[in-house]
């Protein structure tokens, strides 16, 4: 029996942008002209599959507008690459974010849930400086892990 690259009874490549889509969506996300439009290629980019919208996603997280920078963390929870693991913990962690980014952050992390961003989850519930909610919160994600 053969190794097999297809997906979805041989249509693989339908789950994958075309080769330059997805520099056409990392152009879009970040210079685009309207912030709606920007904030659509971010969810594709999410969605896409694709390693090489990891970098831009990162460097999304600290975009000027707080819309994009939430956009960015479900992006790359939804990518589940280990490469933004400290970038989301310094997410997670920024005070002056808004709260739904920092969940956010908490929930990629879950997501993503390597060792270093599960470590990142269990030092922050730890940490009584945080916010309880939020604490709170990110210590039902880890429950929802399990032992790890």
Request: proline share 5%; aromatic share 4%; glycine share 8%.
């Amino acid at each position: 029996m053969g190794l097999s690259l297809e997906k979805n009874d041989g249509e693989w490549y339908n789950s994958s942008p075309p080769k330059g889509a997805v520099y056409d969506l990392v152009y879009a996300a970040m210079s685009g002209a309207d912030a709606a439009g920007r904030l659509r290629a971010v969810a594709a980019l999410g969605k896409s599959d694709d390693p090489r919208a990891v970098r831009p996603l990162m460097d999304l997280l600290s975009d000027a507008d707080p819309e994009i920078r939430l956009s960015a963390t479900t992006a790359l929870g939804q990518l589940k690459s280990g490469r933004p693991v400290d970038e989301l913990i310094g997410r997670m962690r920024d005070r002056s974010e808004l709260t739904a980014t920092r969940e956010q952050a908490a929930v990629a992390l879950t997501a993503i849930r390597s060792t270093g961003a599960l470590r990142g989850l269990k030092e922050f519930v730890a940490d009584n400086d945080e916010d309880p909610v939020l604490r709170s919160y990110t210590d039902n994600l880890l429950n929802s892990v399990g032992k790890w």
